[in-house]
């Protein structure tokens, strides 16, 4: 089994140490900023405590976004944390050329780059070092060294005081355990999680064995959906002109290369089961469109030329985001299945349709952890992924399958 990153718990000492932190680049900013001219040009001016005070708020989001981010399995990769670290500070250069701020950069640099090398030895030093566990039992501890990760530390009970997990079945063993026991632990800053959490923290799929245990959870209200639907579409209105050049540029290789239509429709169930006409550019030879729903193969003879090289780089899911515009998609979510598909696994698969309770994406949890399913398995092993995104449906989840999307679309990974 390939090994996973756990789901950090957060270090006991990392309030502490990301003010800390701050300090030192602010300090080290300073001293290594001597000389430059515009630094000492600051101190006249307000700006000066503006550009401390927007650095610092800055680098704590920076920490803060490192440390939220390694709570979800499958952040192990280096790109997930390096662009954690810098993106807070690209958004703000960003800030002070569209307002014409001026500021020092040397400053700037400086910070940036103090802070940002003492969040990744931080955030490495973690991901490289196993995580203690104590199990409540031996049923418990026989399930947590099945999941066979080599990151998890599995100590006895008797050793409680030194772990940072505490993992128990709290559904049967809650009224079995000693008296007070949890609640001492959690008082001292042991996190105490139930089995199938701790489940979903290694592996980042919910267990479909268990989705009755899971239904409170599944069912519950998306408050967040409202605020993803705003800043989605106003990032594909703003990028337009990007995506419509190039969805151009497509169209245009797609009718050279073969005969029929440039683009292709089909009907996919959506938000709460409601089915829409999704959007996709033609990848395949218009004779070999099937009559009946079928995965695609790898190698599919039926893929044309340009149609391999776009699905490669997910470049024929462009025209989904007018579906995102007319609110039919997500950019992020559990992909559309075809009407057939859902009516198979609703009969099947018990809470299917808890994966309809948040608007279908171009790209999802399931995609950049898996890649693509060609078989009914394959689709029960996604159905988990995707109940995981819904279950933890939230911005930080977000933002950290945009981040792996770009790491997969640059290795063309997962595509068909």
């Not at 960003?94 to 700037?108: K, P």
């Not at 090398?117 to 973690?126: G, M, P």
């Not at 599995?154 to 026991?181: F, I, K, Q, S």
Request: glycine residues 6%; charged residues 20%; aromatic residues 12%.
């Amino acid at each position: 089994m390939r090994s996973l990153t756990p789901s950090l718990p957060v270090p006991k000492g990392f309030n502490f140490l990301a003010p800390l932190a701050i300090l030192l680049a602010l300090s080290f900013a300073s001293l290594a900023s001597i000389g430059h001219a515009r630094l000492w040009e600051a101190f006249t001016y307000p700006s000066y405590g503006g550009l401390m005070l927007l650095l610092t708020v800055t680098g704590g989001f920076s920490l803060w976004l490192s440390n939220r981010w390694s709570r979800h399995p499958h952040t192990n990769a280096l790109l997930s944390l390096l662009l954690a670290a810098i993106l807070p500070f690209i958004l703000l250069a960003a800030l002070f050329y569209v307002a014409g701020w001026g500021y020092s950069r040397a400053f700037y640099s400086y910070f940036f780059v103090f802070l940002g090398s003492l969040n990744l030895l931080y955030h490495l030093r973690l991901l490289r070092r196993p995580i203690r566990i104590c199990a409540t039992s031996l049923e418990v501890e026989k399930i947590i060294r099945k999941l066979g990760d080599r990151k998890v530390l599995v100590v006895p009970m008797t050793e409680a005081n030194n772990c940072e997990v505490v993992v128990a079945n709290l559904r049967d063993e809650l009224g079995l355990l000693p008296p007070h026991l949890l609640s001492q632990l959690s008082a001292r800053g042991i996190e105490v999680v139930d089995v199938t959490t701790f489940f979903e923290r290694i592996t980042g799929k919910v267990d479909l064995n268990h989705l009755s245990e899971e239904t409170d959870k599944l069912l519950r209200p998306k408050d967040y959906i409202g605020l993803k639907r705003v800043w989605e579409t106003a990032l594909v209105v703003l990028t337009a002109p990007i995506w419509l050049l190039l969805g151009l540029i497509v169209a245009i290789a797609i009718r050279l290369d073969s005969r029929g239509p440039i683009l292709y429709r089909q009907n996919r169930v959506g938000l709460f089961g409601e089915v829409f006409q999704m959007y996709k550019f033609r990848s395949m030879y218009v004779e070999s469109e099937p009559e009946q729903p079928k995965f695609a193969a790898e190698s599919d003879p039926r893929v044309t030329r340009v149609g391999r090289f776009i699905r490669k780089y997910r470049l024929d899911e462009i025209p989904q985001l007018w579906n995102v515009i007319k609110g039919d998609m997500s950019l992020i979510g559990p992909r559309p299945e075809q009407v057939q598909f859902v009516r198979e696994y609703s009969q099947t698969i018990p809470l299917y349709e808890t994966r309809h309770f948040v608007r279908p994406g171009i790209t999802g949890w399931a995609q950049v952890v898996q890649g693509y399913t060609d078989d009914t398995d394959g689709a029960m092993e996604k159905l988990s992924y995707d109940l995981y995104y819904v279950k933890n449906f939230s911005l930080w989840l977000d933002l950290l399958v945009i981040i792996k999307t770009l790491s997969v679309i640059l290795r063309g990974f997962g595509s068909r």
